[in-house]
C-alpha cells in the first residue's frame, strides 16, 4: 500500500543522501521525494512516497527515526492528511491540439502559465493521481515534456509535525 | 595547565592540538592507528603528549579490529585513526565489522585541505560518503570550530544507545588552523535521544507472560554483552529456573558451565538449544535479534506458534524478521533490573507460587533428553589431531579464564561450542560481518586492555594470513599473545559446504604453497610451534601459555584433520530443528 511519510530532519550536509541511501540499502520502495528548508532554517522537512506492506512501513518509520539526523518522523497515512503535488506539462497546441489542450486544462483547473507558436505549458497541481489521471487524459502525442515536483503531504486539523 | 612545549599563546591551540585534547577529555588510553599525508599534524601533535598511547599496526584495517576489540574487551569507546584516501577506505572493512556487531568506535580519518575536496586531490576520498552505510553516524569538520564539539558527539553518539562506530573526518588544513579549545561538558541533540527505560506495563505483562509459561526458553544475544547486563540476566535466570541459549555474539552473558545453560543456538547451535527454541511456548529474547544464523528459514520457525517479549534498545530490531508479542524497548540492563525488582516484590507470591512448577519439570525433561544426545561428541581416539580437542584442551590449560579472539570460520565455530565462556567479554570474534582476519588485530587489541590476561587468538591458516603482518606490531609492543593455528589445509567452512551442497569440488577452497609458519613467527620475533600429533597437544599448550614463555608469543601451528566438520548443522534455508548431526553422516 502507498505511504507519506512525512519527516524532520536536521538541515544538514548529507541528511539527504542518509535518507535516500538508507532506501536503497534496504531495497524499499521510493517513489518520490521532495526536500526543503521550514521557517526554522535549522530544519528541513521530507515528504517520501512509499509503498510496502505493513511490516515494511513498520521498519521504514524505525529506521528513519534510527538516523541521527532525523528530529521527528510521522506516517501521514495513520489520520486524515492532504497531498499536493505540482506539474509542469509542455504540450503540442498546434491546429486542431490548440482548443484542446486549453479545453483539458480548464477541466482540470490547470494553469497555462507560457504560451508559444507551436505550444502551451500547463502548471497543475493536485494529488498524485490526479496528475496521472490528466496525462490519461491528454492524447499522448501532445505531450512534449513532464516536470513534477513530487508529492508534499500535511496532515489535516490538529494533526501538526512540529518539534 | 598550559604545555609549555605549545608554541601558541593563550588557549589558542592547533586544530591537531585539539584533537589530542578530546581525546584526553574523553580519557582515551589507546589511539591505534596509522600515519600519512593528511593527518601529518595530529601525528606532530601526538608526539609531543604523553596522554595516551598510540598504537602503530602495520595495516588500517588492523588498527580498527584493534580498536573494536578494545572497545569490546573493556566496554569503552574504541578509538583508531588514520589518513585520507587508502587510509581511510582501508579502514572501511574495520569499521563495517564494527557496525554489524554493535560496537562503540571514534575513527579519526584525515581529509584532503578543505579548498581541495572535491577537487580529486591526491589521496582524496570522500570518507563520509563510503562509510555512509556502515557506521551509527559520520562528520566531516568543516570549521574548526565545530572541531570539539563534533569530537565529543561522536563520542556520545558511539557509546549510548545501541552503540556504534562514529567517522570523524577532518581536512589537513583545520589541523593547522588556531582556535581557542573548550570541551562541552554535555550533549543536547534534539534528534537523538535514545530510550533507556522500559514500558513498565510491558515489563508487568511479560512477566505475567513468563511466569505462566509451560515451555519458557530465555534466547539472549550480543545486547547482554554490550548492556553490561550479565549480573541481572543471571539473577533473572536463576529466580526463573528457565533454560537458556546465548547467541554467538552473547556468549559468556550466561556463565557456559551452569546447568540451565543448554548452548549455542543457531547454524552451529547445540541439539538442545536449537530444539528448545522452536519447541518454546513463551520465548524471552534478550538483546539479540533473531538473524539468519540464528532461528534459520523464518517460515519453519513460525510453523510452531509461541508468545515472544523481545527487549532491546533498538526499537528497529524488533519486529524485523520475526513478528513479535510483547515488545519492550529499552537498555537491558535496566529492563532486566526491572523485572527482578518486581520479582522480589509485586510479583513475588506469585513467582513463589510456582503456577507451572509441574510443566516445567518435564520440559526440563525433554531438554535432558536431547542433551543426551550429546550432540558435540567426536572421535577423541584418532590419529590426528581433531579441532575441537584443541579447543577442549585450551580451555582446561587456561583454566576457563582466558581471553579468546577469533577469525572466521570452522575455528571460529569450535572455539564457540568448546570453550567454554563463564564470563562476558571474554569471547571476542566478527559474529556479524563475518571479517576473516580479525583475530590476531582482535587479540592486540584486548592484550593493551589487559597485559596480564591470558589472551588467545583462535584462527585457521587461511584466516591468519588475512592480517598477518600484524606479527610485526606484537612484537613491537611486546604483546604475549597466543596463536592458535587450527591448521587444516583448507579454508574449513568453504570446504564444508562444498562437501555437503556442492558435490565435494572444492573449488579454490584448498590453502596451496602454504608458508612455514613456525619460520614466519620466528623470523617477526616470536616463538613458533608445530603441533602434528593428539599427544602433543596439551604439553605445547601447557609450554605456551606456562611461565618461560609468558612474556613471548607464541604462534601454535596446529595440524588437524582436513575433513573435520562442524556440527550440528543447520543447512541454509532450513529451520531449526532440521538439523545434520555428526552421527547421521
Not at chain 1, 27 to 48: C, F, Q, W
Amino acid at each position: 500500500m502507498k505511504h507519506i511519510i512525512s519527516l524532520l530532519m536536521e538541515n544538514e550536509a548529507g541528511a539527504l543522501s542518509r535518507v535516500a541511501g538508507l532506501f536503497s540499502a534496504r531495497a524499499y520502495n521510493i517513489e518520490s521525494l521532495t526536500v526543503a528548508p521550514t521557517e526554522d532554517p535549522t530544519l528541513s522537512r521530507m515528504t517520501i512516497v512509499t509503498s510496502g506492506s505493513d511490516e515494511v512501513i513498520e521498519q521504514i518509520i524505525k529506521q528513519l527515526n534510527k538516523l541521527v539526523d532525523v528530529v521527528k518522523v510521522l506516517d501521514l497515512n495513520d489520520g486524515r492528511y492532504i497531498e499536493r503535488e505540482l506539474m509542469l506539462v509542455k504540450v503540442k497546441a498546434t491546429g486542431p491540439f490548440r482548443e484542446e489542450m486549453k479545453r483539458m486544462c480548464d477541466i482540470f483547473r490547470g494553469r497555462i502559465i507560457d504560451v508559444a507558436d507551436g505550444s502551451y505549458t500547463i502548471e497543475l497541481t493536485g494529488t498524485g493521481s490526479k496528475l496521472d489521471a490528466f496525462l490519461e487524459a491528454l492524447d499522448k502525442t501532445a505531450i512534449l515534456e513532464t516536470v513534477r515536483t513530487g508529492a508534499s503531504g500535511i496532515g489535516r486539523g490538529d494533526r501538526i509535525l512540529k518539534i | 595547565m598550559e604545555d609549555p612545549s605549545n608554541p601558541t599563546t593563550g588557549n589558542q591551540c592547533t586544530g591537531a592540538e585539539i584533537v589530542i585534547r578530546c581525546l584526553q577529555e574523553e580519557n582515551v588510553k589507546f589511539v591505534f592507528g596509522y600515519p600519512g599525508g593528511a593527518v601529518l599534524n595530529i601525528y606532530d601533535a601526538i608526539f609531543n603528549q604523553s596522554h595516551f598511547k598510540h598504537v602503530l599496526v602495520r595495516h588500517e584495517q588492523a588498527a580498527v579490529h584493534a580498536a573494536d576489540a578494545y572497545a569490546r574487551a573493556t566496554g569503552e569507546v574504541g578509538v583508531a585513526l588514520v589518513t585520507s584516501g587508502p587510509g581511510a577506505t582501508n579502514a572501511v572493512t574495520g569499521i563495517a565489522t564494527a557496525y554489524m556487531d554493535s560496537i562503540p568506535l571514534v575513527v579519526l580519518s584525515g581529509q584532503v585541505p578543505a579548498p581541495s575536496i572535491g577537487m580529486d586531490a591526491f589521496q582524496e576520498v570522500d570518507m563520509v560518503g563510503i562509510t555512509r552505510p556502515c557506521v551509527k553516524h559520520n562528520f566531516l569538520v568543516k570549521d574548526i570550530k565545530d572541531l570539539a564539539a563534533t569530537i565529543k558527539k561522536a563520542f556520545y553518539i558511539a557509546g549510548t544507545g545501541r552503540p556504534g562506530p562514529v567517522v570523524v573526518d577532518i581536512p589537513k588544513d583545520i589541523t593547522a588552523q588556531f582556535h581557542a579549545f573548550s570541551y562541552p561538558e554535555t550533549v543536547e541533540m534534539r534528534s537523538y535521544n535514545p530510550i533507556l527505560k522500559g514500558h513498565s506495563g510491558q515489563i508487568k505483562k511479560a512477566l505475567r507472560l513468563m511466569l505462566d509459561a509451560k515451555r519458557p526458553m530465555l534466547y539472549t544475544g550480543g545486547g547482554i554483552i554490550l548492556g553490561d547486563a550479565s549480573e541481572q540476566l543471571v539473577k533473572l535466570a536463576r529466580r526463573l529456573g528457565f533454560p537458556i541459549t546465548n547467541t554467538l555474539m552473547g556468549l559468556g552473558g550466561y556463565p557456559a558451565t551452569d546447568r540451565q545453560f543448554v548452548g549455542m543456538l543457531g547454524m552451529h547451535g547445540t541439539l538442545e538449544a536449537n530444539m528448545a527454541m522452536q519447541d518454546c511456548d513463551v520465548l524471552i529474547a534478550i538483546g539479540a535479534r533473531f538473524d539468519d544464523r540464528v532461528i534459520g528459514n523464518p517460515d519453519h520457525f513460525f510453523s510452531k506458534s509461541r508468545t515472544i517479549i523481545h527487549i532491546d534498545v533498538d526499537p528497529s530490531s524488533i519486529s524485523k524478521r520475526v513478528k513479535v508479542d510483547v515488545p519492550i524497548v529499552g537498555h537491558v540492563q535496566s529492563v532486566l533490573g526491572e523485572m527482578n525488582d518486581l520479582l522480589d516484590g509485586e510479583f513475588k507470591a506469585a513467582a513463589d507460587k510456582k503456577p507451572e512448577e509441574a510443566a516445567i519439570q518435564a520440559w526440563w525433561t525433554q531438554i535432558e533428553a536431547w542433551r543426551s544426545k550429546k550432540c558435540l561428541s567426536y572421535d577423541r581416539n584418532s590419529d590426528i589431531i581433531k579441532p575441537q580437542y584443541v579447543l577442549e584442551k585450551l580451555w582446561e590449560v587456561t583454566k576457563g579464564d582466558a581471553f579468546i579472539t577469533s577469525d572466521v570460520g570452522q575455528h571460529q565455530m569450535w572455539a564457540a561450542q568448546y570453550y567454554k565462556f563463564d564470563k562476558p567479554r571474554r569471547w571476542i570474534n566478527s559474529g556479524g560481518l563475518g571479517t576473516m582476519g580479525v583475530g590476531l588485530p582482535y587479540a592486540m587489541g584486548v592484550q593493551l586492555a589487559y597485559p596480564d590476561a591470558q589472551v588467545a587468538c583462535v584462527t585457521g591458516e587461511a584466516s591468519i594470513q588475512m592480517c598477518i603482518q600484524e606479527l610485526s606490531t606484537c612484537k613491537q609492543f611486546h604483546l604475549p599473545v597466543k596463536v592458535i593455528t587450527l591448521n587444516n589445509r583448507y579454508m574449513g567452512m568453504v570446504r564444508q559446504w562444498q562437501e555437503f551442497f556442492y558435490g565435494n569440488r572444492y573449488s579454490e577452497s584448498y590453502m596451496d604453497a602454504l608458508p612455514d609458519f613456525v619460520k614466519l613467527a620466528e623470523a617477526y620475533g616470536h616463538v613458533g610451534m608445530r603441533i602434528e600429533k593428539p599427544s602433543d597437544v596439551e604439553p605445547a599448550l601447557k609450554e605456551a601459555f606456562g611461565p618461560k614463555l609468558k612474556e613471548r608469543m607464541v604462534f601454535m601451528d596446529f595440524l588437524t584433520d582436513q575433513k573435520e566438520n562442524v556440527f550440528p548443522m543447520v543447512p541454509n534455508g532450513k529451520g531449526l530443528s532440521e538439523m545434520i548431526l555428526a552421527e547421521e553422516l
